[in-house]
């Protein structure tokens, strides 16, 4: 019996990083963070009553915030920079090029309310695009942790990973089913093998890629399901090795479909292992104001979405 | 301590270099570089409280970032002249395979450079975050930082000086470049920067006013500044200095921000700049 996975409680993956983030702070003294005026909706909260003399407000100024943590970094602190992933990247995507990418710099951008499941607030804050951008960047971690514990353990991880780190996470509650599993950075985890096909999931879409496995399951549909949470730098390895049984791949991510996982993954394969790619992502297109679940399902990235796309691979 | 007539020496020698690395590799921005000899001369040479080998934490010394990075030449000879780096490999200025890139960067491993500037508007709030990191190791170092004139049009760097003020930063000491000149011409007819030690205060900082290019007021105001650190306040030095400073037909002409002088040009500048320290 593969399935363990079963969701024990719901918990957005931003309060998996409060957790991580305070953590990380209690184990070393050099953690820093600071906030652009959103600590509560970040988590951040907790680390700033335990440890206000290493927390810095910064006001809604993001530019200034990423100057400020090359500069902390560059004195020998690790900060957290905490705000939400649409101001985390494009807003500040300079500053971050060349004040912390090309200057090597060892800063950890926490970045909440990634993607539709943001929700209400709409397109304006929706970004779909901000895995594409950090990972071009040279010498960028990206990771996207798929529940709350898994973000609560890339948190903690982030602080010993010499090096700019983009951690990628979101607002809703979401099904926690990952606690009893380790988190490397870098290290791809299996959560199901199979052999007629390989899908990669990343973020929220590991659950629903889950749901559909599930139910494939149902129909005699044998999958092989493996969570990418770092994006970069890529377990190369454990995709090959799984494509080179299945020959097939469906890749799922909340995000643009040029620039993020799945075309990570493609790069692999055409390089040295050609095979079919479906691609579960939004189709070049901008969010909307709706519920999580809803723009989800109107967005292609829902459990349906999944199953459709496998069921095409196998035609 | 080195004394002021030796510092102009010293100065004249980083303008003599400034004019060669440019001429060399026929790009780069010599016109506010010479502008700030006396500064850079200054600072490295008297005023920052500096450890040799560099190390890029800086514990327990004073740090300084430029955000104007595009005056790399003056930087790169301030910092082989005063031991960072081997005087000869000013002669890689520009070129492939350099530590010393076009603008200054940490990415080749240069010692002395402690970020990467060149995209303008974000060197003061590096030197923020800087500052306030020493201040939570109770490190008695201080943060320098210098910027350009035209740079302040930037956004970012309205946010830093709000954000220095909210945290009474008071080891840190921003000087900027006032030469009036940017590349497409002076300030004021690009966008005017107004009343700048106005704007300055009302941010609440502590402005002090300095004649860039007379070695003993930037010494003197460098002094007055460091006594003013320490205060609850960040400090600003607003530093009139004349672009091309020391090169009769560069002074004061902002055609000279991003052109090197062909071999006619620098053979009548070298004329005027005594070779005091020996040339690279």
Known sequence: MWDKYQSTKKSATRNGFGEGFLEAGRNNPQV????????????????????????????????NMMGMAAGMATMGKIPYTGTFANFSTGRVYDQIRQSIAYSGKNVKICASHAGVTLGEDGATHQILEDIGMMKMLPGMCVINP??????????????????????????????????????EIGKALVLKEG??????????????????????EQEGIDCELINIHTIKPLDEQAILKSVRKTNRVVSCEEHQRAGGLGDSIA?????????????????????????PLEL???????????IKSVKKILE | MIPIPELKRIATQIRRDIIRQTSR??????????????????????????????????????????????ISPVFYSALARSGYFPVEELNTFRKINSRLQGHPTTHEGLPGVRMSSGSLGQGVSVA????????????????????????????????????????????????????GQQIDGPNDKVISLGNLPGKWESFGWEVLLMNGNDMEDVISTFELAISKTGEKKPVVILMKTIMGCGVDFMEGNYKWHGVAPNAEQTEIALAQLEETLGDF
Request: charged share 25%.
């Open chain 1, 32 to 63: 820093v963070g600071l906030c652009a005026d959103l600590i509560g909706s970040l988590k951040m909260d907790a680390f700033e009553k335990e440890f206000p003399e290493r927390f810095f407000q910064t006001g809604v100024a993001e530019a």
């Open chain 1, 146 to 183: 798929a529940d709350a514990s898994q973000t609560k353990k890339a948190a903690i991880a982030i602080s010993n990973y010499k090096g700019p780190v983009y951690l990628r996470f979101g607002r809703p509650d979401w099904p926690v089913f990952l606690e009893n599993e380790e988190f």
């Open chain 1, 195 to 216: 052999k007629d096909l390989s899908i990669f999931a990343t973020g929220h879409m590991l659950w629903q890629a889950l749901e559909a496995v599930r139910i494939l």
């Open chain 1, 267 to 291: 790069q692999v394969l055409v390089r040295y292992h050609p095979c079919r790619q479906e691609y579960v992502a939004v189709n070049d297109t901008f969010g909307e104001s709706g519920k």
């Open chain 1, 296 to 306: 989800l399902e109107k967005y292609g990235l829902g459990v349906s979405d999944v």
């Open chain 2, 25 to 70: 590799c026929a790009s780069g921005h010599p016109g506010g570089s010479l502008g700030c000899a006396e500064f850079f001369t200054a600072l490295y040479f008297r005023i920052l409280r500096k450890k040799l080998p560099f190390s890029m934490e800086g514990k327990g010394e004073d740090v300084f970032f430029l955000s104007n990075g595009h």
């Open chain 2, 128 to 179: 923020l975050g800087a500052a306030l990191a020493k201040r939570l190791d109770k490190d008695p170092g201080l943060v320098f930082a210098l910027t350009g004139d035209g740079e302040l049009q930037e956004g970012q760097i309205w946010e830093a000086l709000m954000a220095a003020a909210h945290y009474k930063i008071d080891n840190l000491i921003v000087t900027v470049d006032w030469n």
